[in-house]
Nanobody, 121 residues
Framework: QVQLVESGGGLVQPGGSLRLSCAASGSIFSINAMGWYRQAPEKERELVATITSGGSTNYADSVKGRFTISRDNAKNTVYLQMNSLKPEDTAVYYC???????????????WGQGTLVTVSL
């Protein structure tokens, strides 16, 4: 069993910053890509940013220049630094990881439970 636990969400004013963390635990042999997705009310879940085990990153156009994804492979943890937050960034943010539980196991897609980010005055 593998779990992803997010933390760091909350209420922040426009222009402010938040840092999300997501730690993977359980029977982990290796983790390939990790990422952050978000879902705003009455909207579909969308990609925010991803990062490979080698550190290559990809961002949604809406967050480029404002958000930074990083990871600590030794801690099986991925971070999302969010700066210059806007009201339209309000959403539940979900962590995602492609995990193998053994050297011969196939990659499994694992999701966290989500953490709410609210950007408002």
């Amino acid at each position: 069993q593998v779990q992803l636990v997010e933390s760091g969400g909350g209420l922040v004013q426009p222009g402010g910053s938040l840092r999300l963390s997501c730690a993977a635990s359980g029977s982990i042999f290796s983790i390939n890509a990790m990422g952050w997705y978000r879902q705003a009310p009455e909207k579909e879940r969308e990609l925010v940013a991803t990062i490979t085990s080698g550190g290559s990153t990809n961002y949604a156009d809406s967050v480029k220049g404002r958000f930074t994804i990083s990871r600590d492979n030794a801690k099986n943890t991925v971070y999302l630094q969010m700066n210059s937050l806007k009201p339209e960034d309000t959403a539940v943010y979900y962590c995602n990881a492609m995990v193998r539980t053994g050297p011969w196991a196939r990659y499994l897609e694992v999701w966290g439970q989500g953490t709410l980010v609210t950007v408002s005055l």
